[in-house]
């Protein structure tokens, strides 16, 4: 015999009758707002069985079949304010643009451009154009070409310069970086047949001298990036790997992974390797990605000697990386803002690594003093952020944090976490904490008034 509570569910066609949901039907599909409603009957209906649950009154199903077609058609990738004082945040999307990247962005995107059209000669170009030479001037090298992301242009050179043949690398760079990019497998996707030399924490330039033979294509050279090795080490300069690959006639390919343009020493940083070194030092192509230390849109750059990188540009795996426009606008923003000397105040994670304890105690203070009056306690602290973004690892930089003793942490993390915007913060000895060296200060008002709601929300009945 049916559950007593299954007559009272509605068939689909009145579920959508419903006054709330004919009055916004319009909003939505009629295919959409069909399969919502079965999802949420089929639901209702196992819950009834299965749980022994009641069924719910006629509104409150039309209520929550208006909420789930909404929440259907909203995008799901939103802004986040990022308080948790880790600088280039991959799970927040890196880097954060500039100002006029963004507007170059909206400028590409918004109607046509010249993206692959010579308006002088009134033919076809070339979309890499539009960076090259940008790319030329800031690292010295004599071209260049840009590819999705950093892994897809590594897996390009391999093919390209290796396919079938050897690539030499020491044991010690054999790593695997966030989200389980490990650059073996780049190496066994490519079709490069992966010769280690050396041990884990020691190579010489004899180990790399030692594995050269007929079927050897090039030396590779990876960088640490997340991690770094320390005690009983030993590892080749790039200098020396450049002299031993022209005794051979073999190219040296540098993955830098981060990508820095400017010397991270500067702001009391560990000494991070700089493009235009590796190019200096002679490597035929060098790597690295355009959204950790660059600064800019996710991108994959690759400069280096003019005829390695047209071998490059002539493999037909190239299209199948290419950028888009508005990646391409985003990139020759921010290289315009390195060469103008203004990357420090005009690209954000710049700002961010540049910005002075002092001026963020300052910040700190000022928005305890707001919540204070708001009749919230806080406090200002000492503690440190960090770079991340696989560049710098153990590396930080002192700043203090607004914390908020006395409330429940976890649960006041989640309200942030799933507010509108959303906050990230970081739990300090069980107090929130929020690093204003990562909020950027258009975004005060926005995180205040988001902690204060926050705050509201755990003193309802129920919460």
Same mark, same amino acid.
């Given at each position: 015999m049916p559950h007593p509570e299954l007559r009272k569910l509605?068939? +689909?066609? &009145?579920? %959508?009758?419903?006054?709330?949901? =004919? /009055?916004a039907?319009? @909003?939505?599909?009629?295919?959409? !707002?069909?399969? +919502?409603? &079965?999802? %949420?009957?089929?639901?209702?209906? =196992? /819950?009834?069985?299965? @749980?022994?649950?009641?069924?719910? !009154?006629?509104d409150e199903l039309a209520q929550t079949l208006l909420a789930r077609l909404h929440a259907a058609v909203q995008p799901t990738l939103q802004p986040v304010i990022n308080a948790s004082g880790v600088i280039i945040h991959t799970n927040l999307g890196r880097a954060p643009l500039s100002q006029e990247a963004q507007a170059a962005m909206?400028?590409?995107?918004e109607g046509y451009s010249n993206l692959e059209y010579d308006l002088a000669a009134g033919r076809r170009g070339s979309r890499y154009l539009h960076a090259v030479d940008l790319l030329r001037r800031l690292t010295g090298a004599e071209d260049a070409l840009v590819v999705n992301n950093n892994a897809g242009a590594v897996l390009l050179c391999l093919m390209a310069l290796a396919h079938g043949r050897q690539v030499v690398i020491s044991r010690g760079q054999m790593v695997e970086i966030g989200g389980g990019f490990r650059i073996p497998d780049v190496l066994l996707a490519s079709g490069a047949l992966l010769v280690e030399v050396g041990a884990t924490n020691r190579t010489h330039l004899a180990d790399y001298q030692a594995a050269i033979g007929p079927q050897t294509a090039a030396l590779l050279r990876v960088h640490s990036s997340n991690f770094r090795q320390i005690g009983f080490t030993a590892e080749v300069s790039l200098a020396e790997l450049v002299a031993l690959g022209r005794q051979h006639g073999l190219p040296v390919i540098d993955d830098l992974g981060s990508g820095a343009l400017l010397d991270t020493a500067r702001f009391g940083l560990a000494h991070e390797p700089h493009i235009q070194e590796s190019v200096q030092a002679g490597a035929a192509l060098v790597t690295f990605s355009g959204d950790k230390l660059l600064g800019g849109p996710q991108?994959?750059?690759?400069?280096?000697?003019?005829?390695?990188?047209?071998?490059?540009?002539?493999h037909p795996l190239t299209r199948a990386l290419r950028v888009d426009k508005t990646t391409l606008a985003a990139?020759?923003?921010t290289l315009g803002h390195y060469l103008a000397g203004q990357a420090e105040q005009q690209i954000p994670i710049w700002r961010m690594i540049a910005a002075r304890e002092e001026a963020l105690a300052d910040r700190a203070a000022g928005w305890a003093a707001r919540l204070t009056a708001?009749?919230?306690?806080?406090?200002?602290?000492?503690?440190?952020?960090?770079?991340?973004?696989?560049?710098?690892p153990g590396e930080t930089l002192p700043t203090c944090l607004l914390a908020l003793p006395g409330l429940p942490a976890d649960r006041m993390a989640a309200r942030l976490r799933t507010g509108?915007?959303?906050?990230?913060?970081?739990?300090?000895?069980?107090?929130?904490?929020?690093?204003?060296?990562?909020?950027?200060p258009e975004q005060e008002d926005l995180l205040l008034a988001a902690i204060l709601a926050a705050h509201r929300g755990l003193a309802e009945p129920g919460q």
């Open positions: 509605p068939s +689909v066609d &009145r579920l %959508l009758q419903q006054s709330a949901v =004919a /009055a039907r319009a @909003q939505f599909s009629h295919d959409l !707002a069909v399969a +919502v409603a &079965r999802d %949420l009957l089929d639901g209702t209906r =196992a /819950a009834i069985i299965d @749980q022994g649950q009641p069924c719910p !009154a006629p909206l400028l590409a995107g991108a994959g750059l690759i400069v280096g000697r003019a005829a390695e990188i047209a071998r490059l540009r002539q990139l020759a923003a708001a009749g919230l306690a806080a406090r200002v602290q000492p503690a440190a952020s960090t770079v991340g973004g696989g560049a710098l509108r915007p959303a906050v990230v913060a970081r739990i300090v000895d069980d107090a929130l904490c929020f690093d204003p060296r990562t909020v950027l």
